[in-house]
DNA sequence: GGGGTATACCTTGGGCCACGAGGTATCGTA
DNA sequence: TACGATACCTCGTGGCCCAAGGTATACCCC
């Protein structure tokens, strides 16, 4: 099964996860609402994807976890590894290929 | 449970084929010939994707199918219903709204 | 007649992943 | 005391994608 790498599309969740923490690490929490706030309420990204994602991503060394204490709550600041951003290079391109495709079925769908 | 209706992506190749077919009535080979070229090679919609996507958008009626014989060969031209027509708007709306959601992210992303 | 390629349809089995629902705990506030 | 926000988590269901494999016709070449 190789590695679910010439997927038509799916992973957006993980796209978006190592987009947001190339730019600084970040918690889990902050995340899920830094996705609503940036995209404008376009994007949704609930808790049951998230948290998964994230023990996922962090077991396949694509992430680092720390573990602090804020405020007498826990949080878990995330950020990339080397091999994250390789995955966040590799996944973005993946998208704006798969992006510019359906772009293009769209065009020739809708003139006639 | 509702009807997968805003999930954050999939659905792509449910998309291309409404999409396409919204141009005018193709038989299932053709279709993923067209999305093959159409898309320069971006996207690849394999027959084990294809026909079953097929049957079920038929079985929702939102294809109708003609069965003709050309060569000897049998092919199943389809085409779209007006549900057909109302579910591409929809799915074209949430292809373009994640599409742009992504982007968003991407951009913050990046250059952040 | 045998082999290869293109056309054209199909199903099955497996697995990934998104999602909703629900659970624990802290803090502030009314 | 009850509620909402913060902050983490898991489980079960189900959708959907995919590779692999199967059937059959037409055409070409040798």
Redesign the interface.
């Known amino acids: 099964m190789a590695d679910r790498n010439?997927a038509?599309?799916?992973g957006?969740?993980e796209?978006?996860v190592?987009?947001?923490?190339?730019?600084?690490e970040m918690y889990g929490y902050e995340i899920a609402r830094s996705?609503k706030l940036?995209?404008?309420d376009?994007?949704?990204?609930g808790e049951g994807?998230l948290y998964p994602a994230l023990h996922a991503l962090e077991s396949r060394r694509l992430l680092r976890a720390k573990r602090t204490r804020v405020d007498g709550r826990t949080r878990i600041y995330y950020s990339l590894t080397v091999r994250g951003r390789a995955r966040l290079a590799k996944l973005?391109e993946d998208?704006r290929?798969?992006?510019?495709?359906?772009?293009?079925?769209?065009g020739?769908?809708?003139h006639?």
Not at 18 to 24: K, N, Q
Not at 42 to 45: D, E, K, M, N, R
Not at 97 to 106: D, H, K, P, W, Y
């Open positions: 010439s038509l599309m799916s957006v969740p796209l978006l190592l987009s947001l923490l190339a730019g600084r996705v940036i995209s404008r376009a994007l949704v990204i994807v973005s998208w290929r798969v992006s510019r495709g359906v772009a293009s079925i769209l020739e769908g809708s006639g």
